[in-house]
């Protein structure tokens, strides 16, 4: 069964750092490139971050909301989002998401789904004080 699976989200306060893990199974993930999502409430989901492939240049990418603050990162078997710098307004379900290729589409604009293809369970990061 080819899945992803996520974890490390949880309830830090403002300015606190979380690292989210993404393992996949049923799949060989350092063939592809990996993102992240997040969803609020009432929000539709935004592309966060992403990372392709160590076949292809292993380069990664960020929406304007998380740049300088979050850094994706990949072993073979696991891809990382440390989020550092955290505000109330990252809070949400956060995504991993498994593409088609090995390359990474825009995070952001009508294609940010574009060759998507394997959604994790989602992990909730709160932050709050």
């Known amino acids: 069964q080819v899945q992803l699976v996520e974890s490390g989200g949880g309830l830090v306060q403002p300015g606190g750092s979380l690292r989210l893990s993404c393992v996949a199974s049923?799949?060989?993930?350092?063939?592809?490139?990996i993102g992240w999502f997040r969803q609020t409430p009432g929000d539709e989901r935004e592309g966060v971050s992403c990372?392709?492939?160590?076949?292809?240049?292993?380069r990664t990418s960020y929406g304007d909301s998380v740049k300088g603050r979050f850094t994706i990162s990949r072993d073979k078997k696991t891809v990382f989002l440390q989020m550092d710098t955290l505000k109330p307004e990252d809070t949400g379900v956060y995504y991993c998401?498994?593409?088609?290729?090995?390359?990474?589409?825009?995070?952001?604009?009508?294609?940010?789904?574009?060759?998507?293809?394997?959604w994790g369970q989602g992990t909730l990061v709160t932050v709050s004080s």
């Open positions: 998401v498994g593409y088609t290729g090995n390359t990474c589409t825009d995070l952001a604009g009508p294609d940010k789904y574009r060759n998507v293809e394997i």
């Open positions: 990372i392709n492939s160590e076949r292809s240049d292993g």
């Open positions: 049923g799949f060989t993930m350092d063939d592809y490139a």
